[in-house]
């Protein structure tokens, strides 16, 4: 398990130990680092070593950067329309090998294998809309503008770009970052996370598969030090930066210091207000996959229901649904949540449930101790859910990032758009609701990157910009789409309009 991804044509020598190592990936090779310090990949269902991810020395770092920077003055000039067959070439590939990687993604992950198979089926995407780059990429023409005078506008490739990764989606945030940042015509240096490092090498296979020359791809693993190292180095242009608020603040400022562009896409609160006529089972099933599935380790997983009218009447059916769920190991059958990322992960989501019942939330169901026979040193956390909370509980203000749902309770609408907007982040947000008047009103006020309406997590497809607001985002250009800048507190709107019985 997890070791397929070291077994190529280009295998380096440290693949055979065991546990196998790694490898970066510099000017087309895969080669072994020489760093002295590995960090443990920890199968996080068993507490397998699945590999060792080296801390990468700065001499290797700068080989990267230096092969990227060599191959961008041809990669540039390679015409678009080839640049664009390498992504229909790796888009086939990542169709070939679906099941390994959704395996090596359940392996270093733990999320059950479907959704590994939908991380990298969202990845995925994002290669097929690469490969429409020719037309995203057209500029503007004005003929005319002055006596004999035409003018116009080109994009143009930056030069040698860098992408930071979070654990959460090892396959589909490399996917979210290269793909795009290549086809234009730039070089990539990517530093996958240090969790799960895995599938970020399998896909670099598979680019190189597809035909990607030497260099325009380079990949380097270690932690604080390389991306410190990414943000000074004066050769990378642009950083795309996907993970926590306090890494995510720091690299944009260190890089925007250093006149680079950053696209910086943070941590999250996602709130669902659930008016009192909203689809009952609808409702339940939307609450409950969206706040516990992938072990509510997704950045747009659901994280706190205000309910307008009081949060009773729902919380039988609800405790009857999360406990229905089958806690186990991903690759497990029939399994609805797996484990969370590490101990550490684990300890901190304890913590924050108990502050929550020490400062008067009320623990409608604890999911802490539960055992998973066969898998006993996993990291499982169950279904846990605390109601009664307020705005000032550490559990309600920080992102707690596993299986728990928070209830609040507001007496209207109005109310409990406010409680939404004062929360410090703004990634997702959704309603529940069969009242057009009511869905409407949320879309307009609601201070959120992504809006749904009766959808639990309204991710965009690629033809539109995953966006966010507040502390969910710094930057001003997100990630895929039309790569047109959004102005902060836009949003991606993402309907799927269910005003049952509402004609308007
Ligand atoms: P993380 O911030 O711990 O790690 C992300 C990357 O930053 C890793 O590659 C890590 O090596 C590096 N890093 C971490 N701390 C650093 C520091 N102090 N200095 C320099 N580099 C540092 O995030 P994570 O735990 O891997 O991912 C979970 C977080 O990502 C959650 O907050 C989640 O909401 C967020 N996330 C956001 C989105 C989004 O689109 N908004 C998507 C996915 C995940």
Known sequence: LGRSHLSTAAEPSSS?????????????????????TVIDVINPATQEVVSQVPLSTDEEFKEAVSAAKKAFPSWRNTPITTRQRVMLKLQELIRRDMDKLAL????EQGKTLKDAQGDVFRGLEVVEHACGMATLQMGEYVSNVSHGIDTYSIREPLGVCAGICPFNFPAMIPLWMFPMAI???NTFVLKPSEKDPGASVMLAELALEAGLPEGVLNIVHGTHDIVNAICDDDDIKAISFVGSNVAGMHIYSRAAAKGKRVQSNMGAKNHAIVMADANVDATLNALVAAGFGAAGQRCMALSTVVFVGGSKPWEDKLLEHAKALKVNAGTEPDTDLGPVISKQ???????????????????????RNIVVPGYESGNFIGPTILSDINANMECYKEEIFGPVLLFMEADSLEEAINIINSNKYGNGASIFTTSGVAARKFQTEIEAGQVGINVPIPVPLPFFSFTGNKASFAGDLNFYGTMISTKPGSSALV????????TF
Not at 495 to 502: A, S
């Open 16 to 36: 055979k130990s065991n546990p196998p190592r790694v490898p970066n990936l510099i000017g087309g090779s895969f080669v072994d680092s020489k760093a002295s």
């Open 183 to 185: 086809t234009c015509g």
């Open 104 to 107: 090596n993604v359940t392996t």
């Open 345 to 367: 992960a684990k300890e901190r989501i304890h913590r924050l449930v108990q502050s929550g019942v020490e400062s008067g939330a009320r623990l409608l169901l604890d999911g």
């Open 495 to 502: 309907y799927q309009l269910h005003y049952l019985g509402v």
